[in-house]
């Protein structure tokens, strides 16, 4: 049965990019060090086209999360990637490549609409402009037997919870705190969540939960 | 070398109380779920005089942290214990009974100042007005070889962390979204940390972290 799935990782203190994140640095200030454990990592590096790096504990989550993701819903400036405002020229792409490592269908969450863009390597880049509910709805269908993974930022997995549509969430928490940002919960809905297995990474915990309905 | 041990249960959003937190509910709305993870173990329920309860991975943090411990720290909420507003009834001693389960020198952070209080089986309480670093000093001056426990509620912990004073802290990652209420990291000065123990209980995730000066 395939799900919706988050996967994000957050601070200690809660955020997942640190302040004056923005589109042209979406991480904010200090905000690389929430994705220090995956950066690292041949599984990471591999799927974005680099060389080298370290196979660990770590790197099955990555992996495991590439097999079995069918499509994928991002926000803009997860989209964006730090190129800056893209949404009025019809000519940016984002900071992706030619090549992104999603290689699946990307829904990107926008008030702007676009035509879809078909990248090289299984990547598509679809542009929604009704809300997380129609993206989830889309990505679906596209995903076929595998998961829809809910990749961010903290915007998109907080209205996805909220819209009751996630099934899973999966925080990998780095070992740091940024003190102000972007919060992965900000006024969430009380709700129990069943842990379903952690991973003890070096440099960062990853919980993953069930979400009970 | 003992160590300031800073010791709290926190849902995966990031709060050591829920809303409406008082001297008569300290733990706030839907609180009670961060430590269930403690509650139903026979080592929390023998410190508190109770019978029964379960042995599993949970209980020997808890017996660890009582066999380090030489003294505590901790806020008049916490010593309040939902018993209300204690500070001006000289005859008040919090709801912890003749036998406070601390079995140990308590430093309680008040701006009320109060007589020194000896229970029995090894606890005393110590009213603080000057202060956590006073309130720390204190407690290692007490502790001898044994650790510091800085217990909470969370502004002590913050205000230990703000303060430097922290050599550790370990979190139980509660799997609940409680959605508002009091945060453990509320505009915490960015630092890093570096994980040095992940214990995966099935009610709480107990991550350890060493505190990088």
């Given at each position: ?103 699946a269908p990307v829904f990107v969450l926008t008030h702007h609409p676009r035509e879809r863009r078909e990248m ?94």
């Amino acid at each position: 049965m395939p799900k919706v799935r988050a996967d994000i990782s957050m601070s200690l203190d809660g955020f997942v990019a640190g302040p004056n994140a923005s589109l042209e640095d979406p991480l904010g200030v200090g905000g690389m060090q929430l994705h220090e454990w995956a950066l690292r990592l041949e599984a990471w590096r591999s799927a974005h086209g680099l060389p080298g790096g370290e196979v660990d504990v770590d790197s099955d989550l990555i992996t495991e999360s590439t097999g079995s993701t069918g499509a994928v819903v991002m926000g803009r400036h997860m989209f964006s990637g730090g190129s800056g405002p893209w949404e009025d020229d019809p000519n940016r792409d984002g900071w992706w490549g030619d090549e992104p490592p999603f290689h699946a269908p990307v829904f990107v969450l926008t008030h702007h609409p676009r035509e879809r863009r078909e990248m090289q390597g299984g990547t598509s880049f679809t542009f929604v402009t009704d809300g997380v509910e129609s993206a989830v709805r889309q990505a679906k269908a596209e995903a076929g037997e595998q998961d829809v993974l809910v990749a961010g930022g903290g915007a998109v997995v907080q209205q996805a919870l909220a819209a009751g549509l996630l099934d899973e969430i999966q925080v990998h928490v780095a070992p740091v705190l940024l003190g102000s940002g972007v919060r992965l919960f900000e006024d969430a809905t009380p709700a129990g969540l069943e842990i379903t297995r952690v991973i003890a990474g070096p440099q960062a915990t990853h919980i993953r939960y069930r979400i009970k309905r």
